[in-house]
Structure formats: C-alpha cells, structure tokens
C-alpha cells in the first residue's frame, strides 16, 4: 500500500488515499463515486521515504529494532547497518555480524555511496576488524550497531564522524520526513481518504 493524491475531471477537490483505492470513494464535494468507469480520475504518487531492500545498495540504512517504521515511536532503539551493492545489508547485534538480504523492507536511507568496490571494502573491513564486531563484544548502549558503520566509514575513507555529527548530517532529516508520512499513512488508514485543503 502506498499514498497517493486522488483528483477527477469537473471537480476541485483532491483527496490523499491508499492504493489499491477503495471501492466505496464518493467525493464530498460533488458526491460522486469516484469508482465510476466514466469518471476520469489523475492519480498521483506521493513519494515515500521507505525503500525495498533491494533498492538500498550502496547505503546506509535504519530501520527500527522491532516493527516497523508505522509502529515506530520516538525514543523506540534503531538498528543501522551498511548496504553492499547487492543490497545485502551489514549491522552488528548481539548476534554478532549480521548479513541479511530480506529482513531491511521498509527501512530509510540515510545516505548513499559511488563506490565500485563497496563488496571489496566490506570484505577488507570484515578481515581486518571482525574481532572487534563478535556477539561477546557487542554492548547496547556503548559498542553496537551504530559504532560498526561509524568504524565501516573510516576505514573506508568515506568520513570520520562521530555519531552525534552523523545523526545530525544524515538521519534526522530523513526520520522527520519517515514520522510524517507514516502520520498521514496511519490517519489515512483509520480515516479512510483525506480531503485536502487548498
């Protein structure tokens, strides 16, 4: 399901819904069923800030620990990770190394990288620094998943950040615009379509 702006020819009004759009859609401007054949209706994306896992490649990506980014709650633990251009993502939990290629659906991209090597580096971070990523030193609060993509990022020459200024540059952007559109989603999805106001 995603939003999307809904309009007809003759009448003002638009509308935010969900696709597939439902069979019941009346105007309340001009009160006609919108699901009419002779109605010309213009639809148009609204575009989301989450994306497939197989369009994160060469990324960094969060998502939250548990759920998704509809139950999400300020405050509630993210899990970030490095994806190589396979979309295959890298994070670090008390697992260990984690290497997943189905379970990053519906995460934000943070930011995204122009490296040919990024398997290659990944590979060299891996051989050079995986004992410093086992599940026996993973810690919640102070050795996690975050400090893996900031260590990731040094070591492939890609920025020295410490986590407040990464926070700052790439993420609080992108989880402001994640919390408004999963609003709407959610209103939308209670509600039925919105009307929008001019």
């Known amino acids: 399901m995603s939003l999307v702006y809904v309009s007809h020819k003759g009448c003002s009004r638009r509308f935010v819904a969900l696709v597939p759009l439902p069979k019941s859609m009346v105007c309340s401007s001009c009160h006609r069923s919108l699901m009419d054949n002779d109605i010309s209706l213009c639809i148009t994306h609204i575009p989301s800030p989450f994306a497939k ?10 998502k939250p620990t548990f759920g998704s980014f509809l139950s999400y ?3 509630q633990n993210l899990h970030i990770g490095i994806a ?5 993502v890298h994070s670090f939990s008390g697992s260990g190394v984690l290497s997943e290629s189905s379970t990053w659906d519906m995460s934000l991209v943070v930011c995204r990288f122009d ?12 051989s050079d620094h995986a004992h410093y990523f086992s599940k026996d030193s993973y810690r ?25 200024v990464f926070t700052q540059l790439f993420v609080l952007d992108i989880m402001k615009c994640a919390r408004r559109y999963a ?3 959610k ?3 209670r509600r039925g379509p919105l009307t929008v106001r001019d």
Do not use: P
């Not at 197989?54 to 990324?59: N, T």
């Not at 190589?84 to 295959?88: F, I, M």
């Open 183 to 185: 609003k709407l989603f």
């Open 84 to 88: 190589d251009s396979h979309s295959v």
């Open 140 to 164: 919640e609060t102070d050795w996690n998943c975050f400090d893996f993509v900031i260590h990731f990022l040094s070591f492939a020459k890609l920025g020295r950040y410490s986590k407040a």
């Open 73 to 75: 709650k300020t405050g």
């Open 53 to 62: 896992q197989c369009s994160v490649v060469c990324s960094v990506v969060i």
């Open 115 to 126: 490296v040919a090597s990024m398997d290659e580096m990944m590979r060299l971070f891996m």
């Open 187 to 189: 209103r939308v999805m």
